[in-house]
């Protein structure tokens, strides 16, 4: 876990649930709070504290963790900022996350939405955009990527917790894993929830979907009639980028995999692959 300092900015509240304290802070060297990088792979979100109930708080939006520049640009469009959350991704995370939980899908669980009064020029194309810090606490910080930046005993001891969850005495925890897994599709889609970012970066150790910023739900569809017409097609997708999770688990937990059994435990849930093969 790396060190960072950061600053507090004055900001306003978008979103808010509960009376959770808020954390405007963005990466400043001269900073005088610090926050804490999980891992080379959190490029801009950030540990920055936990609550009463031991949960930790984590922020997105704070800037790079590498590099001298907070936020870097790149010219596609003025949403390529690096490091930086625009309000509209960080309020589409906010809603859907929820629309999700309330399926009851373990998720993180969010606090607010800030945005900062810090506004950023973009002199390439002539724009000026304010952050967005969207904020949400988490019962395990690392994600399923970040196993090779944790201690063993780390993952043993979030591993040891999925018991809870296996009702049908499985002698492997990758297992129990893909059963989480596959019912949190099978409950997303039969409710026409797209995630749309279904991969190891996205759920923590202690199970949670994390990342609802590309997110499509009934309650918070696409804004752009185009996207929600590709919707769809998409669904598919997931089974896949699910498996690859489920196989990345096991491979860091040094599980032998049958295939087979995950094959059947798909098709269980109504993922039959057979109709993928080719």
């Given at each position: 876990m790396k060190r960072i300092r950061s600053n507090k900015e004055s900001y306003t509240i978008v979103k808010q649930r509960g009376n959770y304290i808020c954390f405007p802070l963005l990466i400043n060297n001269n900073g005088g709070k610090d926050i804490y990088?999980?891992?080379?792979?959190?490029?801009?979100?950030?540990?920055?504290?936990?609550?009463?109930?031991?949960?930790?708080?984590?922020?997105?939006?704070?800037?790079?963790?590498y590099s001298q520049y907070p936020f870097i640009y790149t010219p596609d469009t003025t949403a390529d900022v690096w490091g930086l959350l625009l309000k509209e991704d960080a309020l589409r995370d906010y809603y859907c996350c929820q629309d999700v939980q309330a399926l009851g899908i373990k998720t993180n669980q969010m606090e607010c939405v800030l945005e900062l009064d810090y506004p950023i020029y973009i002199p390439q194309n002539k724009a000026t955009i304010k952050p967005a810090i969207l904020q949400y606490n988490v019962e395990c910080p690392y994600r399923i990527c970040d196993a090779p930046f944790m201690e063993k005993s780390q993952i043993e001891a979030e591993v040891n917790k999925w018991q809870q969850y296996n009702h049908k005495g499985y002698s492997q925890n990758h297992m129990i894993a893909a059963e989480v897994l596959i019912s949190n599709l099978r409950t997303m889609h039969d409710h026409e929830v797209l995630h749309n970012a279904i991969h190891e970066q996205n759920y923590t150790w202690a199970l949670e979907l994390l990342d609802f910023e590309l997110c499509r739900t009934p309650q918070h569809p696409y804004e752009k009639a185009d996207y929600e017409r590709h919707v769809p097609s998409l669904y598919s997708r997931e089974v896949i980028q699910t498996y690859v999770i489920i196989n990345y688990i096991a491979g860091v937990l040094r599980e032998e995999v049958n295939y087979a059994d995950i094959d059947a435990l798909f098709a269980e849930y109504g993922f039959d692959l057979s109709r993928f093969s080719v």
């Open positions: 990088c999980i891992s080379p792979l959190h490029g801009r979100s950030f540990v920055v504290g936990q609550n009463d109930d031991g949960r930790y708080i984590v922020t997105k939006g704070n800037g790079l963790c």
